[in-house]
């Protein structure tokens, strides 16, 4: 199956000011489209090239892995995000109340573990075999789904995810990231 | 003694149009700037590191308490890196080296051309954010090499003699390059400072005279020196994600409510 370039679930310009017009150029049109298309040229041939996304990323190593899981975790990062980001409902709420003693306690932590990885990577919120919830740190493709963990939210920490809107101020990036989190998407992850 | 940020040995705008004056105040003040602050707060933690370099830091992480060894090269990297790599650039720059090191680097390369169509693939193959290096190896009969490195890992830590990098991270090109890092690299060797490499060269040759009198490389991690070894960037780039995944996997809160283990013990 080969890797697709999906559609934005909104305007490139839609997710201003948070996000910008020209953020979006890049970093959907080009860094994500580059992924897709040196994913499908590696995959031509190969034994990776009718698996599904998922099992592409959970089964692959090296230069596949790093540009199927890229693949991977942009589509799933683009559907984190919305203009019109609505307080997460009440299960949710429960249930970050219960793993990290409340909603601005679980987002102080995702944010510390995003500003603390190092480097090109990423950060997640998860959900573990055993229904606990927890928060992760991975670096440049890593993805969750090989340690057997549930993705239910992420943020992209690569410096093109921020660096044209606030340069090397990876923390102003991550307010602005909190204002356009699409809890609802993160909702129907957990199930 | 505290580590300084040292000043760019030349104005901001001084690389213009290669390096923007946007970016290398951004580069300098700000990221360098930052990695120099952390070194020295990670080291408040261990007050018998402090009187040594950040080079001999990172010849020596294994006798860095562990609760800051990462934090110390991560930082001191990041420090002796761009220190190095704003003096690997002049405008004045460009050319070709020359005398021993060019004929170090057509022995090694067959030529000065292949050796930058091989550096600049080294730092296009690197996955992420890090360096690409020209080395000597002195395990290796004292040939040339190129490496690539995740983060700021620097060569010095796994036995290599850096003369030469390129800092791939994004924030070095992306507000004039964009996503176009191969651009970058192509459009950097106009102002590569080949004076400071060949004397980086020089010095080498003068302190390591012969390889029988070799005092033992240092003692470094093993996975780091296999990856960096292998200079295959898929290794290193999974080397660094088990390490970076396992280390920062938060389940409690308690986990990252900012104690710290100090090791040693505080002085005082």
Request: aromatic share 10%; glycine share 6%.
């Given at each position: ?13 839609d997710?201003?000011p948070?996000?910008?017009?020209e ?7 080009k860094?994500h489209?580059?992924?897709v ?9 190969t034994e990776?090239?009718?698996m ?17 899981a ?8 683009w559907n ?8 997460p ?5 429960t ?8 909603v601005?306690?679980f ?8 500003l ?25 493709a890593?993805?969750?789904?090989t ?14 995810a ?10 102003t990036?991550?307010?602005?990231f909190?204002?356009l989190?699409?809890w ?5 992850n957990?199930? | 003694?505290k ?5 760019l040995?030349?104005?901001v705008?001084?690389?213009?149009p290669?390096?923007?004056?946007r ?11 930052s990695?120099v602050?952390?070194l020295?707060k990670?080291l ?6 402090q009187?040594q370099?950040?080079e001999?830091?990172l010849?020596n992480l ?12 991560n ?5 002796v890196?761009?220190?190095m790599f704003w003096r690997?650039?002049d ?5 070709f080296?020359?005398?021993p090191?060019?004929?170090a680097?057509d022995?090694?390369?067959s030529g000065?051309e292949n050796f ?7 730092g296009t ?5 890090g360096?690409a290096w ?21 060569p010095?830590s796994s036995?290599y003699?850096p003369l030469l990098?390129n800092d791939?991270w994004?924030?070095a090109?992306?507000?004039?390059h964009?996503n176009?890092?191969?651009e970058?690299l192509?459009?950097?060797w ?16 003068q ?6 009198s070799?005092t033992p490389?240092?003692?470094?991690d093993?996975d780091?020196?296999q ?8 290794q290193?780039h999974?080397?660094?994600?088990k390490?970076?995944a396992?280390?920062l996997?938060?389940k409690e ?7 710290s ?8």
């Amino acid at each position: 199956m080969a890797l697709t370039l999906p559609e934005l679930p909104y305007g490139r310009s839609d997710l201003e000011p948070h996000m910008s017009r020209e953020t979006l150029d890049y970093h959907y049109a080009k860094h994500h489209k580059a992924y897709v298309d040196n994913g499908n040229k590696l995959i031509a041939g190969t034994e990776f090239e009718n698996m599904d996304l998922d099992d592409l990323v959970k089964k692959s190593s090296g230069k596949i892995f790093n540009n199927a899981a890229q693949v991977w975790n942009h589509n799933f990062f683009w559907n984190c995000l919305t203009p019109e980001s609505k307080a997460p409902s009440k299960k949710l709420v429960t249930a970050l109340i219960k793993q990290f003693g409340g909603v601005d306690d679980f987002k102080k932590l995702f944010t510390e573990v995003a500003l603390g990885t190092f480097g090109s990577g990423w950060a997640w919120l998860v959900l573990n075999a055993d229904g606990s919830l927890a928060i992760t740190s991975t670096t440049g493709a890593g993805n969750p789904l090989t340690d057997g963990q549930k993705p239910l939210l992420t943020c992209d920490v690569w410096e093109h995810a921020y660096y044209v809107d606030y340069r090397n101020a990876r923390p102003t990036y991550l307010e602005h990231f909190w204002a356009l989190v699409n809890w609802q998407f993160v909702e129907k992850n957990l199930g | 003694m505290k580590h300084v940020l040292p000043d760019l040995p030349y104005a901001v705008d001084a690389l213009e149009p290669h390096i923007d004056q946007r970016t290398m105040k951004l580069h300098h003040d700000m990221h360098h700037a930052s990695y120099v602050k952390a070194l020295n707060k990670a080291l408040e933690e261990a007050p018998e590191l402090q009187s040594q370099t950040a080079e001999w830091l990172l010849m020596n992480l294994n006798e860095v308490p562990e609760a800051i060894r990462t934090a110390v090269r991560n930082n001191a990297g990041g420090h002796v890196n761009h220190g190095m790599f704003w003096r690997s650039m002049d405008a004045s720059g460009g050319g070709f080296p020359s005398g021993p090191l060019l004929a170090a680097i057509d022995r090694d390369f067959s030529g000065y051309e292949n050796f930058k169509a091989e550096f600049e693939k080294a730092g296009t193959k690197l996955f992420g954010s890090g360096w690409a290096w020209l080395v000597v190896d002195k395990r290796g009969n004292d040939k040339l090499q190129i490496l690539a490195t995740s983060g700021h890992d620097n060569p010095l830590s796994s036995g290599y003699h850096p003369l030469l990098l390129n800092d791939v991270w994004e924030h070095a090109y992306y507000l004039k390059h964009e996503n176009r890092r191969p651009e970058y690299l192509k459009n950097w060797w106009a102002i590569t400072n080949w004076p400071e490499v060949e004397q980086r060269y020089q010095q080498f040759q003068q302190q390591e005279p012969a390889q029988s009198s070799k005092t033992p490389p240092p003692k470094i991690d093993a996975d780091l020196k296999q990856a960096l070894h292998e200079t295959a960037q898929e290794q290193i780039h999974e080397v660094m994600t088990k390490r970076e995944a396992s280390k920062l996997v938060v389940k409690e809160k308690s986990v990252t409510s900012g104690k710290s283990h100090s090791v040693n013990g505080k002085s005082g």
